[in-house]
């Protein structure tokens, strides 16, 4: 069963910092994965797709790298912003069953002006 | 981006009756949806996945009886908790994918308190 772990829960960094969070998976066969932002008591925005064959997509200010092997995925924000403050999720894609998402936990980011 | 709207944000209902949620993909078609529920401060965890024109596929542990699931069309897919109780008090988000592709889009979200 895949299991999502990211890490650290909380994160606090002040404005203008770069900043990597992290996640791991412990299932190498994975479909793709996904890269989330959730506001308090809001839905969720997508952020970045990798799919398996990928090793990074980029989206403006943010980055995130895959290494099936490993297990890990990272996703980089550059020059942090207090708007960027959110809850960010990591999501793996089943390959076996229609682009099922396995969520983890989240990190809790707070950007201090 | 594709936009999925769910509705309503907030409902509250009393405890044994029933309450519907929709989520609708307003500018693609979605042959797939997915209903996930969230409990605060943990991460979402898949109910069911919803495909147009057929039954839905419930995750190990979920109730089917309890939470039905109807995607009668391509853009509208509906999940009713019957006879609600307070344990089914959580945070309801659905996700669409639009036929073809693979990134999925999340609706808003339905904030569920059972009285």
Known sequence: ?113 | GAVVSQHPSRVICKSGTSVKIECRSLDFQATTMFWYRQFPKKSLMLMATSNEGSKATYEQGVEKDKFLINHASLTLSTLTVTSAHPEDSSFYICSAIRTGAEEAFFGQGTRLTVV
């Open chain 1, 1 to 113: 069963k895949q299991e999502v772990t990211q890490i650290p829960a909380a994160l606090s960094v002040p404005e203008g910092e770069n900043l990597v969070l992290n996640c791991s998976f412990t299932d190498s066969a994975i479909y793709n994965l996904q890269w989330f932002r959730q506001d308090p008591g809001k839905g969720l925005t997508s952020l970045l797709l990798i799919q398996s064959s990928q090793r990074e997509q980029t989206s403006g200010r943010l980055n995130a790298s895959l290494d099936k092997s490993s297990g890990r995925s990272t996703l980089y924000i550059a020059a942090s912003q207090p708007g960027d403050s959110a809850t960010y999720l990591c999501a793996v894609g089943d390959i076996q069953g229609a682009q099922k998402l396995v969520f983890g936990q989240g990190t809790r980011l707070t950007i201090n002006p």
